[in-house]
């Protein structure tokens, strides 16, 4: 061949003709290693992304649950608070995230093999830590970063794995006693003895504990709060059956989450983010694990995946040993927390004792401190006002409000809410007050005042308050017409609300206080007198709105609270607008905040004024709401027909979830027969254009407690998820999400994978109520009924298939099983005898 | 009887093996110029292969994963070994393969290597990316995503390889 005469296209053409024929010595090479591979049974992965049985054998028994993705909870329960929605979400993303990562072993040069191998490897090395004889002693140090933007306004906190007294772990949040622009460091030292399984994990600040979890080889201890609130090691002794978790990693380790094995599809997520030194001067490799395109969550709609946009895990990964030295969590492109991997060894004893005695527990931080004594307005002060800062006047305004609690005699509060007219249809069906009813065990309990109206349409709402000052009793009526729409009380014994009865009437219910209960510690604060006005964690979103005067003439400044853009923000700009805002009007004279704007769309919404505030010599209702006329109308045709607000909570009825659905519900025509109490709770699902999302939750008398989430955000996403499904990219969720049953009736039955967080997270929606700690692999699963819709159901426990199949073939729509029992009441309003506790 | 005893994977391991050791070869002695570095690479390539059997199962992802494989093996073990090192281990190596092995390759055969052994002498983003075109079946677009350039400049460098080459090898033959 005449190189020199060959133009680049011959070259081309010749050089793809090049190859180079290997030799026998390679072809016997390679073919003796693969015989090799044979012999020892290598299976894998023939049926690579296999089943969710699969995921069982990867985290055999070990009631193990991913951590990186509780991550994502936190995120989603942050945003949500403890709402079902949040829960339901974060439990989704849990189960759907988990679909894609599993784990094998593999080996490879450090400097070369992939960052997914090496991720596998960081893993294996994490759990054979705790494989050594003698006690393992591990000290990590964990940064909580200054947090800035959108993260100012969020508390600082990491899901956790504690282990419970059945050996199975359940879920704690720990939030970090940080303040947003501040640093703070934790140290973090667990010791686990190989031989018994006893463990010791202790996190401090300054020597002071603000988690811990051990086992002692008979009890579990943890640092939780007592009836009271107050932080203390609790013990309790193991159950029968209790075993110590097969993975100590998933528990103690740095990679937790990531004990079992990972899926092969996971390598698209997790990638190489180059060379790195450790603080020690060792050689690592970091290895990014991003959450953001995992095909589950990018096949959500659009608001959900925004949240998970420019977030990830860096695992920073030792090159002598393959161990985890430092991990870092980046959300929307923030660096929130480090944990950094300081000593390994084996010790004679633990650092601490595995009952964790002599631990000393730190105090709660001053945001979290019990409420200063309420201070009037200080003299002086008012020659101030129009220059006082926006900062000096909400604590003014808010120590004011609080003044109005202390002293003698009885507290009586009246305002007025005007639910103004507005023309977006949306915000007008849609507007809605957040309430909270005292429960029997001293817990608030949550209730959502639906305002509807339409366009145009003007109502107002009457708020009473009547406060013992010196007994802590205390009465709320609001009402409309004279009819009492929601009520809480306490007389000193027992509790008051409203709640439908089973024809679905409303009526005043009492309930003895439990043991426990104790008066309201922050009366100004329960009561809501102040609005959002003492939100000290939205200290930037305050703003000053200048100078007014009130219609009497007297002065007054406004402060404006705008909606500090969170994650997950775009989710509510259907409902909210793009900046929904809150004017606070505080009076110069005594500094009382008179006046609460809700402007939303660019519209205002929602007014309340504070009409009068003073002593009185007896509230105007009775303690035990004994004679308060209360409005029963029912919602009967639909939402878009009603007019007037509607009470949905603390328990729902069923005729209430029938009524105001825009999808079709169910519950179970009969409770499962290991329950005994059932509640239905109503949420508006801001991501849905506030449709109602129902948690119907069953107490059980085993602790395998039952509750079905339904809404219609959980339509939509999973109706998308079955049509991924369906599609070319639905080859993984469709080996892992599994039909395990179809009903007579129609209904198909999707496993949630056990173990994964799914149940907890569903189950988590109704924890106050339950009272009960879900557990880690409480069973979750999906239903789809013959409506198309798609209920999510979780038991803190397990179910067997005959339950199961008992369970989905009792499943009705809410309006048969209606038909049952005896018609509801008609509209009108009744009087309500001195109901008896 | 005994290749219908085996299991699935081992057959669908020989048959990638058997398919892809050709290409595969060819590019790891385009990036190092080495015969044996190149056959070590795969090896390795094939036995990381074996404990991720799965891969197996998703022919489309296979062979850029091999391709992407050998190319970051063949660098890697460029970079661990100097040039001279390189040498003496292929001069080493040769002479113990002459040994073995006393026939010799056929001239076409030995054209190919040497025309490889040109390749090796590019510099390094010119190899790879004429490597990678070539015996990779990588598309500009990807090899742009490889090397974090854009497709224009991968292009341009597989443009400029091709043309170095032509010269290399033009001055090799001059008498």
């Known amino acids: 061949m005449n190189m020199r005469e060959m133009n680049p296209s011959d070259l081309e053409e010749y050089l793809a003709r090049v190859r180079i024929t290997p030799s026998a010595e390679l072809d016997a090479s390679v073919r003796n290693a693969a015989d090799e591979a044979e012999k020892m049974g290598e299976e894998a992965l023939t049926e690579p992304d296999a089943t969710l049985s699969a995921i069982n054998r990867a985290f055999p028994q070990s009631g193990a649950k991913p951590r990186g993705l509780p991550r994502v909870q936190n995120l989603m329960r942050t945003i949500g608070g403890k709402s079902a929605l949040a829960a339901g979400l974060a439990g989704l993303v849990v189960c759907g995230v988990l679909i894609w990562l599993r784990f094998h072993s593999a080996t490879g040069d450090f400097a070369t093999m992939s960052a997914f191998s090496l991720f596998r490897q960081a893993c294996a090395a994490e759990e054979s830590l705790f494989a050594r004889e003698g006690i393992t002693s591990i000290f990590n140090e964990i940064i909580i970063k200054p947090r800035t933007g959108i993260f100012s306004s969020l508390p600082a906190s990491l899901p956790m794995n504690s282990l419970g007294t059945s050996g199975k772990f359940v879920f704690d949040m720990l939030s970090f006693p940080a303040k947003p622009g501040e640093p703070c460091t934790v140290e973090d030292r667990s010791w686990r003895d190989q031989a018994t399984g006893r463990f010791v994990r202790v996190m401090t600040i300054g020597g002071k504990a603000i988690y811990a979890n051990a086992f002692d080889g008979s009890a579990i201890y943890r640092l939780q709060p007592d009836a009271a609130g107050v932080m203390k090691i609790a013990e309790k002794p193991v159950a029968e059956g209790f075993h ?82 430092q991990l870092e969590f980046v959300m929307k492109g923030q660096s929130l927390i480090m944990l950094r991997r300081m000593a390994t060894r084996t010790v004679e004893v633990p650092g601490v004792p595995w009952n964790l005695s002599g631990v000393a527990v730190l105090p709660p931080q001053p945001s979290e401190a019990p409420p200063a004594p309420p201070e009037a307005p200080q003299k002086g002060a008012k020659e101030e006002f129009e220059k006082m800062s926006v900062s000096d006047l909400r604590r003014q305004a808010v120590a ?336 892992n999400l599994k039909e395990i049953y179809a009903s007579p009736s129609g209904f198909k039955v999707w496993s949630m994978m056990k173990g994964t967080g799914m149940g907890a997270m569903i189950l988590t929606a109704a924890r106050d109520w339950l009272n009960a700690e879900p557990l880690s692999d409480s069973a979750g699963y999906l239903v789809q009924t013959p409506a198309g819709t798609f209920p999510a159901l979780a038991v803190n426990g397990s179910l067997t298939d005959d339950e199961l199949h008992a369970l989905i073939d009792s499943l009705v729509p809410a309006k048969e099983y209606l038909k049952k029992p005896s018609a509801p009441a008609a509209a009108g309003s009744r009087e309500s005898s001195a109901p008896s506790p | ?90 001069h080493t190596e040769r002479l113990a393969s002459s040994a073995a092995d006393p026939p010799r390759l056929s001239a076409q055969a030995e054209e190919m290597e040497r025309v490889l052994q040109q390749v090796s002498r590019l510099p390094e983003e010119l190899k790879e990316t004429l490597s990678l075109r070539t015996w990779g079946g990588r598309t500009f677009e990807e090899i742009a995503e490889i090397q974090q350039v854009t497709k224009s400049t991968a292009h341009a460098r597989f443009n400029q390889a091709l043309d170095q080459l032509r010269r290399g090898l033009a001055e090799e033959n001059r008498p």
């Open chain 1, 244 to 325: 110590v978790p097969e993975s100590p990693a998933e528990l103690l380790g740095i990679t937790a989450g990531f004990a079992g094995k990972v899926n092969e599809s996971a390598e698209k997520y997790i990638s190489d983010a180059g060379p790195a030194v450790l603080p020690d001067g060792s050689a690592a490799r970091v290895v990014k694990v991003t959450l953001a395109d995992v095909p589950t969550i990018s096949a959500m709609p659009e608001p959900i995946r925004e949240m998970f946009s420019d977030s990830y895990s860096l695992y920073t990964i030792r090159k002598s040993d393959n161990t985890v030295g």
């Open chain 1, 400 to 735: 004011a409000a609080k003044s109005l609690f202390a002293g003698e005699g009885v507290l009586s509060l009246a305002s007025e809410t005007v639910v103004e007219p507005v023309k977006d249809a949306i915000l007008a069906k849609g507007r809605y007050m957040n309430m909270r009813s005292l429960g029997a065990s001293g817990k608030p309990e949550p209730a959502t005042l639906a305002l509807p109206a339409k366009p145009g349409e003007q109502y107002a709402l009457e708020s009473h308050i009547w406060y013992d000052r010196k007994t802590g009793r205390f009465a709320r009526v609001v009402t409309i017409g004279g009819e009492t729409i929601f009520a809480n009380a306490y007389d000193g014994s027992a509790v008051y609300a409203i709640e439908p009865d089973a024809q679905g009437v409303m009526r005043v219910v009492g309930r003895p206080v439990a043991p426990s209960f104790q008066p309201l510690k922050d009366p100004a604060d329960f009561l809501g007198v102040t609005g959002s006005l003492d939100e000290d964690r939205f200290e930037k979103s305050y703003s000053d709105a200048g100078p007014s005067a009130l219609p009497d003439g007297s002065p007054a400044r406004v402060v404006k609270l705008s909606t500090p853009e969170m994650p997950g923000m775009s989710m509510l700009r259907e409902v909210m607008g793009n900046s929904p805002y809150k004017l606070f009007t505080i009076r110069k004279s005594d500094f009382a905040c008179v006046q609460i704007e809700n402007v939303m769309k660019g519209e205002r919404a929602l007014v309340t004024r504070l009409k009068t505030a003073e002593t009185v010599a007896a509230p105007g209702v009775p303690w035990n709401l004994g004679g308060v006329k209360v409005r029963i109308a029912l919602p009967t045709t639909g939402e878009q027909q009603l007019a007037g607000p509607i009470l949905m909570g603390p328990s729902a009825s069923v005729q209430q979830m029938s009524a105001v659905s825009d999808y079709k519900t169910y519950l179970f025509a009969a409770d499962p027969p290991w329950t005994t109490e059932r509640r239905i709770m109503a949420l508006r699902d801001p991501t849905s254009a506030l449709s109602w999302m129902f948690v119907t939750a069953y107490r059980a008398k085993d602790g395998r407690h039952v509750v079905l989430v339904q809404a219609a955000m959980y339509n939509k996403m999973f109706e998308q998820l079955m049509a991924t499904m369906a599609g070319p990219q639905g080859e993984g969720l469709k080996k």
């Open chain 2, 1 to 90: 009887l005994g290749q219908d005893s085996k299991p699935a994977w081992r057959a669908a391991f020989d048959g990638a093996y058997e398919a892809h050791k050709g290409r595969l070869l060819t590019l790891g002695m385009a990036i190092t110029g080495d015969r044996s570095c190149a056959e070590d690479v795969v090896h390795d390539v094939f036995t990381t292969l074996l404990k991720e059997t799965w891969r197996l199962g998703n022919a489309s992802d296979l062979l850029p994963f091999l391709v992407v494989s050998v190319r970051n093996g063949a660098l890697d073990l460029l970079r661990r070994r100097s040039r001279r090192q390189a040498r003496e281990i292929e």
